[in-house]
């Protein structure tokens, strides 16, 4: 999938004006800002990530006004947890964008910021980690698939360590194996 370009340097300035922000505005803000960023996305062509953090911004502000509405105390620790990922989901989206722009790009601005390159590579791994993670999932997910292991089927809810088996002991063992190859490319630069 092409992507539009858009000057790398203006979205890293963005994302750090965007994590800035995340710390000083309302919930309200917090909305907009997310509706901004699916917006970024939908401009750079990204449509599928666009479209998943659209429904994640409808379901999550709609989740939290009718968390915000109730009295009940373990109910309201839900609606902190959520308001959380709530304020951070600005920041989730312009980052989403960032891992789009290519590393050689990323590292160019990077050394116009006159930031030193043992960092660069950190930041680089750091915003990358998230958007191969979400690879190595989706993989996870066609290969139980392809096995004919889907969720819907009753034995999860009879023998719930069967998820264990079939889903969070492949994503361990692939994220265990992703730190290491990032630990070696930011180690090699690349």
């Not at 063992?173 to 190859?181: E, N, Q």
Request: glycine share 6%.
């Amino acid at each position: 999938m092409t992507f539009k370009k858009i000057d790398p340097f203006f979205q890293i300035l963005t994302f750090v004006l965007i994590i800035s922000l995340t710390f000083f505005v309302s919930l309200t803000e917090s909305f907009v800002l997310a509706l901004f960023g699916v917006a970024y996305l939908f401009i750079q062509g990204a449509f599928k990530p666009g479209l998943k953090y659209l429904c994640v911004t409808l379901l999550t502000s709609l989740l939290l006004i009718l968390i915000l509405r109730t009295t009940n105390t373990y109910i309201g620790l839900l609606g902190w947890l959520i308001t959380i990922l709530f304020k951070l989901l600005p920041t989730m989206i312009f980052g989403v964008s960032l891992g789009l722009i290519p590393i050689n790009e990323l590292r160019s601005v990077m050394a116009s910021f006159k930031i030193p390159n043992q960092l660069q590579m950190a930041l680089i791994v750091g915003l990358r980690y998230f958007a191969i993670l979400s690879d190595e999932l989706h993989e996870i997910r066609q290969a139980r698939l392809t096995h004919g292991l889907s969720f819907r089927n009753p034995i999860y809810f009879r023998r719930p360590l069967l998820i264990m088996d079939y889903y969070l002991v492949p994503t361990l063992m692939r994220t265990t194996k992703l730190i290491d190859d990032l630990s070696v490319a930011a180690y090699t630069e690349g």
